[in-house]
């Protein structure tokens, strides 16, 4: 069975200082590994995904991911916040070529001036 | 290239009423996805077509929930009759034949009143 924990509920930073929002993942198989966000009154848009090649995934908006078998984590982080950063972030999970998508609980990130 | 699009974006019905939830994917998508949220839960899956045949229906919470895919192209999503705990925020999305990655409709926001 596969699952998702995304470790805090909400985060908050300063603008301009590093983002790290933590997911842990338990998968059977060998997992595809997605982080999506959705900002308020938005759709879920794909920030990035693993499947099983590089570890260190870059994404879209200067966010990326490290894949890390030995502690099953596959923690979000961006060096500098944007205010435009402010949204809710999902870890998401699927072992199965296009297969349901299993997500986590979600991170509220706030951004501060 | 359009992307998923769902509507109503907001429906408010009252208890024991119809509403039909409408999906169209990304053309060229076989595969079409049903998830939700309830409030304060995680996002849950629903079901999965693969063109107009049901692939995976694990999802759906009971009988009162009916999804279609005549054609193999948009999708509906029946309640009948609603109940108060149907009202979340329904999100539909889709992917290519043989890819991972899925991309999500705004959602249609439910309230069963």
């Known amino acids: 069975a596969q699952s998702v924990t995304q470790l805090d509920s909400h985060v908050s930073v300063s603008e301009g200082t590093p983002v790290l929002l933590r997911c842990n993942y338990s998968s059977s198989y060998s997992p595809s590994l997605f982080w999506y966000v959705q900002h308020p009154n938005k759709g879920l848009q794909l920030l990035l995904k693993?499947?099983?090649?590089?570890?260190l995934v870059k994404g879209i908006n200067g966010f990326e991911a490290e894949f890390k078998k030995s502690e099953t984590s596959f923690h979000l982080t961006k060096p500098s916040a944007h205010m435009s950063d402010a949204a809710e972030y999902f870890c998401?999970?699927?072992?199965?070529?296009?297969?349901?998508?299993?997500f986590g609980q979600g991170t509220e990130l706030s951004v501060k001036p | 290239e359009a992307g998923v699009t769902q509507f109503p974006s907001h429906s408010v019905i009252e208890k024991g009423q119809t509403v039909t939830l409408r999906c169209d994917p990304i053309s060229g998508h076989d595969n079409l996805y049903w998830y939700r949220r309830v409030m304060g839960k995680e996002i849950k899956f629903l079901l999965h077509?693969?063109?107009?045949?049901?692939?995976?229906e694990s999802g759906m919470p009971n009988n009162r929930f009916l999804a279609e895919r005549t054609g193999g192209t948009y999708s509906t999503l029946k309640v009948q009759p609603a109940e108060l705990e149907d009202s979340g925020v329904y999100f539909c999305?889709?992917?290519?034949?043989?890819?991972?990655?899925?991309?999500f409709g705004a959602g249609t926001r439910l309230s069963v009143l």
């Open positions: 077509f693969v063109k107009e045949s049901k692939q995976d």
């Open positions: 693993y499947t099983s090649a590089a570890t």
């Open positions: 998401v999970v699927s072992s199965l070529q296009g297969g349901k998508l299993i």
């Open positions: 999305a889709s992917s290519r034949p043989g890819t991972s990655a899925q991309y």
